[in-house]
T-cell receptor
Framework: QKEVEQNSGPLSVPEGAIASLNCTYS??????FFWYRQYSGKSPELIMS????GDKEDGRFTAQLNKASQYVSLLIRDSQPSDSATYLC???????????FGTGTRLQVFP | EPEVTQTPSHQVTQMGQEVILRCVPI?????FYWYRQILGQKVEFLVS????????KSEIFDDQFSVERPDGSNFTLKIRSTKLEDSAMYFC?????????????FGNGTRLTVT
């Protein structure tokens, strides 16, 4: 059974701080990784995709991938109260059209 | 920005009834998906669809479920005889290429309530 693990949180950070969200996955052959944001009662919204080891930056967001450790993370700089949401890590299972989601980490940014 | 649209936003049905959930994927996307999320649980893969046929399906996607692309724009999920445990949010998604190298874009979802 392919798994994606995330700490469910909540992760509470003050406004302006860096929020660090982590995810591990079990399928060593996975090549594609995605971070989605989900507000309560809403659909997942794509934040970032990452396919290669290392860092990928997009505005206040940085995704980090380490395939050897089977670990992917998301950093949110200058966190805002509007960033308060559940962050979903999703991993493509090798050679399939299937994404497996983690349970998500709930982030709370307080003013 | 183009988006995936789903109708209806909320569907209430009685156990044993058939329901059809509808989706219009992004127009230049080739891969289509249905996912579901039971309240408080993770987003779960149901089925992927490419070139007018199912490319992958999960254990959840049993004989009660079917998908169809009846015309050039719509993509539907049919549940033949709904059960209480089918109550969930159902998300349609599409991607330009396979999920292996192309992100999925999700619609706003249909909340299905089976009574």
């Amino acid at each position: 059974q392919k798994e994606v693990e995330q700490n469910s949180g909540p992760l509470s950070v003050p406004e302006g701080a860096i929020a660090s969200l982590n995810c591990t996955y079990s399928d060593r052959g996975s090549q594609s990784f995605f971070w989605y944001r989900q507000y309560s009662g809403k659909s997942p919204e794509l934040i970032m995709s990452i396919y290669s080891n290392g860092d990928k930056e997009d505005g206040r967001f940085t995704a980090q991938l380490n395939k050897a450790s089977q670990y992917v993370s998301l950093l949110i700089r200058d966190s805002q109260p509007s960033d308060s949401a559940t962050y979903l890590c999703a991993v493509n299972i090798q050679a399939t059209d299937k994404l497996i989601f983690g349970t998500g980490t709930r982030l709370q940014v307080f003013p | 920005e183009p988006e995936v649209t789903q109708t209806p936003s909320h569907q209430v049905t009685q156990m044993g009834q058939e329901v059809i959930l509808r989706c219009v994927p992004i127009s230049n996307h080739l891969y289509f998906y249905w996912y579901r999320q039971i309240l408080g649980q993770k987003v779960e893969f149901l089925v992927s669809f490419y070139n007018n046929e199912i490319s992958e399906k999960s254990e959840i996607f049993d004989d009660q479920f079917s998908v169809e692309r009846p015309d050039g724009s719509n993509f539907t999920l049919k549940i033949r005889s709904t059960k209480l445990e089918d109550s969930a949010m159902y998300f349609c998604a599409s991607s330009e290429r396979t999920a292996y190298n192309s992100p999925l874009h999700f619609g706003n979802g249909t909340r299905l309530t089976v009574t």
